[in-house]
T-cell receptor
Framework: GAVVSQHPSWVICKSGTSVKIECRSLDFQATTMFWYRQFPKQSLMLMATSNEGSKATYEQGVEKDKFLINHASLTLSTLTVTSAHPEDSSFYIC????????????????FGPGTRLTVL | GDSVTQMEGPVTLSEEAFLTINCTYTATGYPSLFWYVQYPGEGLQLLLKATKADDKGSNKGFEATYRKETTSFHLEKGSVQVSDSAVYFCALSESWDGKLTFGQGTILTVHP
């Protein structure tokens, strides 16, 4: 099956610094990538949708200036948490989708293993 | 807006027991429904899906039937194994861009 990788798998940083998380589709071209945040014992919350070559679409309540998303190629999207604070500590998960013809909502999303961010 | 509600966990079963994880949804249109599984230390994987009413999705012994009349998509397995221990997420999608709305997840632990 299709593989999506994330790097790093975990990161610890000081408050006020910025952290970049990479999401790569290893064996397919991802026209769309999604970024989620997962709190302990809670569901995944969609943060933003990014389409290759265009600006990301952020969900309501997500600060676009704090969570910078870049999808510059068909195999790579990055999430940068700027001026991170302890409340940004969370598990960040990306997923990638290759567009097929037909109903796009049935096109499978492939998920990365996640990145654990801890802000001290 | 769309929403998905799963039964509260955690669920603890003995090996070979019958499993049911309830999932109900609210949507404005005709969504596609999914079950995802997250094994310890791994990313979410699609377990099964159904794209229209009365469809049955099945995989690895798991089944779920899309019930429009009850807006449900309950996950079942006749005989669970220790290796089925994981977190299970019910989800729906009805948007052109494929955005998923997830339930809160159910932790399943299967003991030998």
């Amino acid at each position: 099956g299709a593989v999506v990788s994330q790097h790093p798998s975990w990161v610890i940083c000081k408050s006020g610094t910025s952290v970049k998380i990479e999401c790569r589709s290893l064996d397919f071209q991802a026209t769309t990538m999604f970024w989620y945040r997962q709190f302990p014992k809670q569901s995944l919350m969609l943060m933003a949708t990014s389409n290759e070559g265009s600006k990301a679409t952020y969900e309501q309540g997500v600060e676009k200036d704090k969570f910078l998303i870049n999808h510059a190629s068909l195999t790579l999207s990055t999430l940068t948490v700027t001026s991170a604070h302890p409340e940004d500590s969370s598990f960040y998960i990306c997923s990638a989708r290759e567009f097929f013809s037909g109903r796009p909502e049935t096109n499978e999303q492939f998920f990365g293993p996640g990145t654990r961010l801890t802000v001290l | 807006g769309d929403s998905v509600t799963q039964m509260e966990g955690p669920v603890t079963l003995s090996e070979e027991a019958f499993l049911t994880i309830n999932c109900t949804y609210t949507a404005t249109g005709y969504p596609s429904l999914f079950w995802y599984v997250q094994y310890p230390g791994e990313g979410l994987q699609l377990l099964l899906k159904a794209t229209k009413a009365d469809d049955k999705g099945s995989n690895k012994g798991f089944e779920a039937t899309y019930r429009k009349e009850t807006t449900s998509f309950h996950l079942e397995k006749g005989s669970v194994q220790v290796s089925d221990s994981a977190v299970y997420f019910c989800a729906l999608s009805e948007s052109w861009d494929g955005k998923l709305t997830f339930g809160q997840g159910t932790i399943l632990t299967v003991h030998p």
